[in-house]
């Protein structure tokens, strides 16, 4: 804790030398190639509501962990008409294809709110032994089953027309964005940042507020 004192003390020692300042530097601003990257060609998005894609996977531990930091951010934009973001699952083989089908199947069956993080915990926490996709199938519809869902019903849920299509636009979107690794976040389609590019969980959705308003100086 910083003493009244040294405050005191401080602010003398800055009138005196006849310096208008803060006695606490502002964080540096983000760096273009550090801090974040442009895409190359930008997407096209609506200029407003600012879109933010929240890039993650339920195989990506380091996902999983950044997962209650982009939460708050997400809570702190939440009745912001110029800001929206859009969870985009990822599966990298088609073999993992049924982790963002049970992502928009969880969506479509309200129980997003009670079963996607506890589940996201189980998929990296707990013991598998995955080689096939069926195997995985098998595994997924046995613990559904056990939190309170029809295996069936959900088995049909994951084939629906709404969840397949959503599960194609977040392939095409982080195709599109040219994402390789997560977890990241892409800003209205022309910029990306992520944990290992900023270096902290925390820089990382500092750096999306500083893009959100970056862009918003701009218009």
């Known amino acids: 804790m910083i003493s009244r004192r040294l405050l005191i003390s401080s602010a003398a020692a800055v009138g005196a030398a006849g310096f ?37 996977a339920y195989t990506c531990p380091h996902c999983l962990t950044f997962a209650p930091v982009m939460e ?37 069956l309200g129980r997003m709110g009670d079963l996607h993080m506890e589940f996201w915990t189980w998929v990296i926490r707990g013991s598998h032994d995955w080689s096939s996709a069926a195997d995985i199938e098998k595994d997924v519809l046995q613990w559904v089953g056990e939190h309170g869902l029809d295996q069936n019903k959900f088995r049909q849920t994951l084939g629906s027309f709404s969840v397949v299509s959503k599960a194609r636009q977040a392939t095409r979107t982080w195709k599109n964005y040219g994402v390789d690794s997560t977890p990241c976040v892409g800003v209205a389609g022309r910029y990306i940042t992520a944990p290992h590019l900023v270096g902290t969980r925390q820089g990382t959705v500092d750096t999306v507020q500083w893009l959100i308003n970056k862009i918003r100086q701009e218009k």
């Open 20 to 56: 208008s300042g803060s006695l606490f530097a502002a964080a540096p601003d983000p760096v273009l190639g550090k801090d974040y990257i442009e895409v190359r060609p930008p997407l096209e998005f609506p200029k407003k509501p600012i879109v933010v894609h929240d890039f993650f």
């Open 72 to 108: 708050k951010f997400i809570e702190s934009v939440k009745g912001n008409p110029e800001v929206k973001v859009v969870p985009v699952p990822v599966a990298w083989n088609d073999d993992l294809a049924i982790f963002p089908h049970t992502y928009y199947a969880f969506e479509a």
